[in-house]
């Protein structure tokens, strides 16, 4: 009886901890509102350039504006995330092995600060790193000339270190959650424990206490001009993040539907081009010369034979080369390699396949 007595009590006393598929699930909710928020403000954009397009420029800046408000209200209302919250978690320190303190009391100023700084920059700095390694893999495929300055075989090293850095830091969040699963860990992420926190359930009494904080929410007694101004300021942000905790509290389930059928929609285009029949080939090319310069296999470049990179065609006669051998044939001869029809650099069309 005493085993089981024992057995019970270290039962309960881990009931607090969320299990794999809550962290992860609360995790992914805020991956997967950007990108809804993100095709909305595309489609306003598209509509209306002249008045929105701002918007869409300045994206990832507002975007991480509004988080920092978002998840600043519920860190220090709820002590968690907007994502942790919705899934009725909670952040405690991570030494906190006693009477844990109820969600309305806040984390300690360290933690607080570590929370949000790895909340909303991380995610920030990592998207930005993404569009800067994508552009730069861009402008390096489609450059004409080879690399000649320190600059440019810099940013080519970066280029080639960069999946492997990638693959490393997707690798530690693996190993993070493996450990947790295994119970060998506290933290199902490591940027939890940056943090020094850690993620528990709530409790009767923290639901208890946020509504009671909830309802007895009123403006406080204030006396100098300096206190009333900060008090509005405080107001006027906590209604700006209360305001946008429920509206995304509403419809986060709207924005992930969103973003499901945005790419249900693509897929079911792509389909339907792919469906198509082939154009015919130029009606008054000469198969008997031409079939010397192309090559037997679709994927080889004619000019270069190897394995196109970089997929370009000329509007003029159909053809697909490489970018880079296309492009100095024609500005070299302006026509086409194969067909001889007359060919300017403005006829190139990059290809894109549905993989890329």
Known sequence: MAELGAHLTAASAGDDRPSIFEAVAQDSLMAAVKPALQHLVKVLAESNPGRYGFLWHWFDEIYVLLDVLLQQHYLARCSASFSENFY???????????????????????????????????????????KLVSSLREEDEYSIHPPSSSWKRFYRAFLAAYPFVNMTWEGWFLIQQLCYILGKAQHHSPMLRLAGVRLVRLTAEDIQALEKKLAGSTSSQTHSIKTQVQSAVRKALGGIAFSLSTGLSVSVFFLQFLDWWYSSENQEMIKSLTALPTPPPPVHLDHGASSALLPKLK???????????????????????????????????QRCPITGYATELQHLVKLYSPES
């Not at 009725?88 to 100023?109: E, H, N, V, Y």
């Not at 909340?119 to 700095?125: A, E, I, M, N, T």
């Open 299 to 333: 994927t080889v470049c004619p000019l270069c034979r190897k394995i196109r990179v970089n997929a370009t065609a000329l509007s003029t006669s159909g053809f697909v080369f490489c970018y880079r051998c296309v492009y100095s044939y024609v500005k070299a001869h």
């Open 88 to 130: 009725s978690l909670k952040r405690i320190p991570t030494g906190d092995c006693g009477q844990q303190p109820l969600a309305t009391a806040g984390l300690p100023k360290r933690q607080h600060w570590k929370s949000l700084l790895l909340l909303v920059l991380v995610p920030y700095l990592k998207g930005k790193l993404e």
